[in-house]
């Protein structure tokens, strides 16, 4: 299987920096796309941004003009700094990979636990 190894989190001033890092333990299989998904209760997963193994970066509506992304790819980490933080950017965020199988070949979608962010007003 493929773990994800969540870093960052917890309560984070309003105006400050959040960071957040995740590093993928894929031994048998390579990691093509690592992201940052935020979810605040009873909403749906939205993205904060991902990283394709090419390079190609999305970034999530919320966050964009304030978020900086950089991914180690042969590390299969991701970094992932939001500035200016404010209360709403709260929720519980997830770390995702999609990683292929290197025997079956197949790809498949992998999340973290999740590491809660709280933003103080």
């Not at 709403?88 to 070949?105: E, F, I, K, S």
């Amino acid at each position: 299987q493929v773990q994800l190894v969540e870093s960052g989190g917890g309560l984070v001033q309003a105006g400050g920096s959040l960071r957040l890092s995740c590093e993928a333990f894929a031994s048998g299989f390579i990691v093509n796309v690592m992201g940052w998904y935020r979810a605040a209760p009873g909403k749906q997963r939205e993205l904060v941004a991902s990283v394709t193994s090419d390079g190609i970066t999305t970034y999530g509506d919320f966050v964009k003009g304030r978020i900086a992304v950089s991914r180690d790819t042969a590390a299969d980490t991701l970094f992932v700094e939001v500035d200016r933080v404010k209360p709403d950017d709260t929720g519980v965020y997830y770390c995702n990979a999609v990683a292929r199988d290197q025997l079956t070949h197949r790809d498949d979608d992998y999340w973290g636990r999740g590491t809660q962010v709280t933003v103080s007003s």
